[in-house]
């Protein structure tokens, strides 16, 4: 039971959301947020979509605010890694693709 919730961080990327919520609960640290109870969005002034705010007990904050910085890091090396992979790629063709539309120009 979370006796003195406090706000962990406010997500706009259910998917995100969701994985930072498996990763406190991972540590042992009981985490909440306002979609647990309707499953639904919010829409914030100026018309910006929040999936979720996501809360835990006021004495488990240093250590969720460390598996949030993980968690913040790590999304942020798998992009670097993504992109770095995507230059360093090579074109993939579909030889086949290419070969029917030339006969079919034929």
């Not at 979720?52 to 904050?61: A, F, G, N, P, T």
Request: proline share 2%; net charge negative; hydrophobic share 40%.
């Amino acid at each position: 039971i979370i006796n003195t919730p406090v706000l962990l961080a406010t997500l706009d990327d259910v998917v995100s959301a969701e994985i930072l919520k498996d990763l406190l609960t991972e540590a042992g640290i009981l985490s909440s947020s306002d979609s647990d109870a309707d499953g639904t969005m919010k829409v914030t002034f100026g018309g910006s979509f929040v999936a979720e705010d996501i809360y835990v007990d006021e004495q488990d904050l240093d250590a969720a605010n460390t598996v949030y910085d993980e968690f913040l890091n790590s999304e942020q090396q798998f992009d670097e890694e993504f992109y770095e992979d995507f230059l360093n790629s090579e074109p993939q063709f579909d030889e086949e693709f290419f070969e029917d539309a030339e006969n079919e120009n034929e």
